[in-house]
């Protein structure tokens, strides 16, 4: 009868100790899925009106939770931020927030996610809409850190052939960005 005590307390603690160390690893598992998720990255971001000051070129991304793209594109973009975040301000504006609905009017913001240039004094250089390959947003944060992207007021500026539609932009307080004007 002692050996069956022994041998029972003794799975008992195996099982415990099994289920500490699974429970250790789902939360550091979690946490570093976290570190990559947009909520975490749009808390870590440079507030816009700092980042348009602080003479550092700066990417604004505008995006939302539940934007499919946005959630796949958002592991690269940590890397992204990872690697430039020390030469380039990188702002985070969530199109479901009303608070950014004057930006969202700016910059014409139709579609996510939608990602603004600014060079070192805050002045809008470019802007690109859906899915970037990462690959194409270092090559574009590397020719903004070094002032190859010229802006379309500048003579330099390559033009591309664009439609004469210009439609009306409202803004009023009921709007949303996803309302489409309803």
């Given amino acids: 009868?002692?050996?069956?005590?022994?041998?029972?307390?003794?799975?008992?603690?195996a099982i415990a100790l099994v289920s500490i160390v699974l429970v250790v690893a789902l939360s550091l598992s979690v946490r570093a899925q976290d570190g990559d998720s947009l909520t975490a990255q749009a808390t870590r971001s440079q507030p816009i009106d700092i980042a348009l000051s602080n003479g550092?070129?700066?990417?604004?991304?505008?995006?939302?939770?539940?934007?499919?793209?946005?959630?796949?594109?958002?592991?690269?973009?940590?890397?992204?931020k990872t690697e430039f975040g020390d030469r380039v301000n990188f702002a985070m504006l969530n199109v479901d927030n009303t608070k950014w609905l004057p930006e969202v009017t700016k910059y014409r913001v139709d579609g996510i996610p939608h990602f603004v240039f600014f060079d070192r004094q805050g002045t809008e250089i470019a802007q690109a809409i859906g899915e970037q390959p990462r690959t194409v947003l270092v090559a574009k944060l590397?020719?903004?850190?070094?002032?190859?992207?010229?802006?379309?007021?500048?003579?330099?500026?390559p033009k591309g052939e664009t439609s004469q539609f210009n439609p009306k932009v409202t803004n009023t307080p009921n709007d949303a960005p996803r309302a489409h004007g309803v």
Avoid: H
């Fill in 56 to 80: 550092k070129p700066t990417l604004v991304e505008f995006y939302a939770d539940w934007c499919g793209v946005c959630q796949s594109m958002s592991k690269d973009l940590a890397a992204v």
């Fill in 142 to 157: 590397t020719d903004l850190i070094e002032g190859k992207i010229a802006t379309s007021s500048q003579p330099s500026a």
């Fill in 1 to 13: 009868m002692q050996v069956n005590f022994s041998v029972e307390r003794m799975r008992n603690l």
